[in-house]
């Protein structure tokens, strides 16, 4: 298969290269950078072929991916940052990115019969109760200026394209981008306590991992909405980290283990512009009944991630 991938500067767009590759399909990467900005690890994203995009540009997406004839199209690329995203002279630069964006390239992907797969978040519900939320589930009500844009490009790409996967995902952790992993193992460098909030509960997702499942999904027909992370049960943040300075300590860094830990709830943490979801908990069960491989467990990826960053 030809694959176009959008956001490839990103952790799950790098991720999504390399899986291509190893499987010998073709595929072209793009970003709104210049040429390729993620890490030159000597990984296959850095060697396959790359195109810069504006992806608000209806025009330049519409003659980039008619030129590249994809048979699918990922699309990674998104506006991210939370927090950043509730400043009001950013709020139309997250619409135009996460709902204009997606949108015109789910107009191409209609025109031309392409498959879509959209990666999209839990932000999308309102983040209350303790039931993980079901992907059919239908019951939208973000609580930010991230979470809305997120919810409109889903329906933007379920109300135009036929052949669609919307994968929604939680807890993002890579080799190619910041991440909470990454904060937290600089600052145990630093600090000897730290506090983390211990009342919103997931789900990590390690995007080598996570890449791996979108490309089984492409390669079907089994189109839909789906939640993704990995397996091994919800956690707090607080549980996060602390599991993260054990491994981390476990595997010879013996600094991290004089890092005290002390759980703070939102409330009294009382940073963040966005207002955060407290259940963060996606319903994996989905992927099992249309024959999807689920992720390995959170821990044995923090495991394998740590060895590849410390």
Request: net charge negative; hydrophobic share 35%; glycine share 8%.
């Amino acid at each position: 298969m030809r694959f176009f991938v959008t956001g490839v500067g990103g952790q799950l767009g790098h991720d999504v290269m390399n899986e291509l590759s190893g499987r010998g399909h073709e595929g072209v990467g793009s970003d709104i950078a210049p040429s390729y900005s993620g890490i030159a690890d000597g990984t296959p994203v850095t060697t396959m072929p790359y195109v810069q995009l504006d992806i608000t540009d209806k025009e330049a997406v519409a003659k980039t991916i008619r030129e590249v004839k994809p048979d699918a199209v990922v699309h990674c690329a998104a506006w991210t940052a939370v927090d950043a995203a509730e400043d009001e002279e950013n709020r139309e630069k997250v619409r135009l990115v996460n709902v204009v964006g997606t949108q015109n390239i789910a107009d191409i992907c209609k025109e031309l019969g392409i498959k879509m797969m959209y990666i999209s978040t839990d932000y999308v519900f309102d983040g209350q109760g303790t039931t993980p939320w079901d992907p059919d589930c239908k019951d939208y009500a973000p609580q930010n200026v991230y979470g809305q844009t997120k919810l409109d490009g889903e329906l933007a790409v379920s109300g135009t394209v036929d052949k669609f996967f919307i994968v929604r995902i939680a807890w993002v952790f890579g080799k190619n981008g910041k991440n909470f992993i990454r904060t937290m193992v600089n600052l145990g460098k630093t600090h000897d306590k730290l506090t983390v909030v211990s009342d919103q509960i997931g789900t990590p997702t390690y995007t080598y991992d996570l890449a791996r499942l979108l490309v089984d999904m492409v390669e079907t027909e089994k189109y839909g909405y789906y939640h993704a992370t990995n397996e091994g049960g919800f956690i707090s943040w607080y549980d996060f980290t602390k599991e993260i300075f054990r491994q981390a300590a476990a595997l010879g860094h013996k600094e991290y283990e004089k890092v005290e830990v002390s759980p703070v709830t939102t409330a009294e943490y009382g940073v963040s512009k966005a207002v955060r979801p407290f259940n963060s908990r996606l319903d994996k069960s989905k992927l099992v009944k249309n024959g999807f491989q689920p992720l390995p467990t959170w821990q044995d990826a923090l495991e394998r991630y740590l060895k590849e960053i410390l």
